[in-house]
Structures are given as C-alpha cells and as structure tokens.
C-alpha cells in the first residue's frame, strides 16, 4: 500500500506542534535579542520582526515582554541545569556533598549565558525592578537554597540546627562559591 504524503496545512489554527515550534521560535530569538541588546533595547517589535510573525500571533503566546523574558529565564536556567543522569548529590560526607554541588554550581553559573543573563540583570534592574523578580522567580537560586539547607540540617555534625540558621549557611554557602568566581569572570578583578 502506497504511503499518502502530508498534505501542507493553509491557514486556520495551527497544531499543538507547530504552535509549541513557534514558541520555542520566539523564546529562542528573544533570547539572543534579550542576550545581546538587553531587556529595555528589545522591544516586541524586535522581537516579532525576528520571527516574521505578527502581533497578534505573538500576543497570543505571550501577554505582554515579562512574561516573554521571564519564559526566557526559565529556558536559559533550564540548560544550565546538569545532565538528567548526573546527581545533585555525591559523597558520603558533608564535606564531600558540598565540593561536588559546588562543581555543579559553578559550571553552570559560569556558563556564558548564564554570565551575559546576570550582566543584563545589573545593568538594568534600577529601570526594570522586576528582572530580578522574574529571575528570582525562574532561576535555580531558590532550588539550591534548599537542597543545600537539607544537606546542612541531615549532617550528623549539625543535628539540632535550626531551619533558618540552615537557610542562612545555604545562602552565605551559594554566595561564597559562586560571587568571587562570577565577578572575575565578569572582569571585576584578576
């Protein structure tokens, strides 16, 4: 029996496929524009000329830029994540646990996009306070916070520690593996 070929679709609405293509295609160009302009110089129109499709079609997927570079976020946090296979957790100590997390942390916060997405964020947060919010919102920072506020509260060594003096080694433990690193990245120091 003779395979029938797809006849091409003209007009009316589009399939769950190819709207789920055209979104990812819209994040993926507002994503280089955002990257590279910045979140104030990359306005819907940059973005919907990228994509040669109308308003419309993009208001349909995205209400307004926030919302569209808060998707961007969580793509781009999405990527730095590690491999499926590969575990947040390794060791048998404390110690062990924290060096290994320590790696993951810094591979994926030193990543360039990971570098030009904190640039951005800088640059423009006292114009856009809400870059933050979304980042805050879709980053990773509060996932980490909170695996590493568990490691602290089931090592044998700090039994009896308390959830928000576990919160605040978490935090000061993210910051000291990652700010020094990122800002020499950056080219704030040797």
């Known amino acids: 029996m003779l395979a029938l ?5 003209r007009g009316g609405r589009p399939s ?7 979104a990812g295609r ?4 507002a994503r280089s524009l955002f990257l590279s302009q910045g979140y104030g110089a990359t ?13 419309r079609t993009f208001y349909h997927r995205f209400p307004d830029k926030a ?15 590690p491999p499926t296979g590969v575990p947040l957790i390794h060791g048998q100590t404390l110690r062990e646990q924290l060096v290994w997390l320590s790696r993951l942390i810094l591979a994926g916060g030193l990543a360039p996009e990971a570098l030009a997405l904190y640039r951005m964020i800088v640059s423009e947060a006292a114009r856009f306070p809400d870059l933050a919010h979304a980042v805050l919102a879709e980053g990773g920072s509060r996932e980490a916070l909170t695996l590493i506020s ?11 520690l308390a959830p928000e003096r576990a919160e605040l080694l978490a935090e000061q433990f993210l910051h000291m593996v990652l700010s020094l690193p ?5 080219g704030l120091g040797a």
């Open 150 to 160: 568990r490691l602290f509260r089931a090592a044998p060594e700090s039994q009896g």
């Open 43 to 55: 306005s819907i129109e940059a973005v919907v000329q990228a994509c040669q499709i109308s308003k």
């Open 5 to 9: 070929a797809p006849v091409p679709r």
């Open 67 to 81: 919302a569209l570079f808060a998707a961007v976020v969580h793509e781009i946090v999405e990527s730095l994540r």
């Open 26 to 29: 819209i994040i993926a160009q």
């Open 182 to 186: 990122r800002q020499r990245a950056l």
């Open 16 to 22: 769950r496929a190819e709207s789920e293509e055209l």
